[in-house]
């Protein structure tokens, strides 16, 4: 099993910054993949960037958030990151951190079903 817990989460004003945290515990894997996906009221839970750790580090990200956000890994301390510029109020939404404990092909990194473990979520609210 994974522990996935989020922290970073708050209140911001628009064109403010964020970073969240996404720290694993228990069993880790030495090729994952590392997913954020936000949730906003009434509607479906969505992909914001994922990372993998496989033959080399990949990433991905929703245009919606392509140039202003950044995923990262320190793996020595099992810990993904995930630094949020520019916010704006469309941003607002429940984070949630997601783990799989294997390498995902570059679409399945998208995808909610892809990931086994998740996190209880950290708010982020965008104020205009």
């Known amino acids: 099993q994974v522990q996935l817990v989020e922290s970073g989460g708050g209140l911001v004003q628009a064109g403010g910054s964020l970073r969240l945290s996404c720290a694993a515990s228990g069993r880790t894997f030495s090729d994952n993949s590392l997913g954020w996906f936000r949730q906003a009221p009434g509607k479906e839970r969505e992909f914001v960037a994922a990372i993998r750790r496989s033959f080399g580090i990949t990433t991905r990200y929703a245009d919606s958030v392509k140039g202003r956000f950044t995923i990262s890994r320190d793996n020595a301390k099992n810990t993904a990151y995930l630094q949020m510029n520019s916010l704006t109020p469309e941003d607002t939404a429940v984070y949630y951190c997601?783990?799989?404990?294997?390498?995902?092909?570059?679409?399945?990194?998208?995808?909610?079903?892809?990931?086994?473990?998740w996190g209880q979520g950290t708010q982020v609210t965008v104020s205009s």
């Open positions: 997601a783990a799989e404990g294997r390498g995902l092909t570059i679409v399945a990194m998208t995808s909610t079903s892809s990931y086994t473990f």
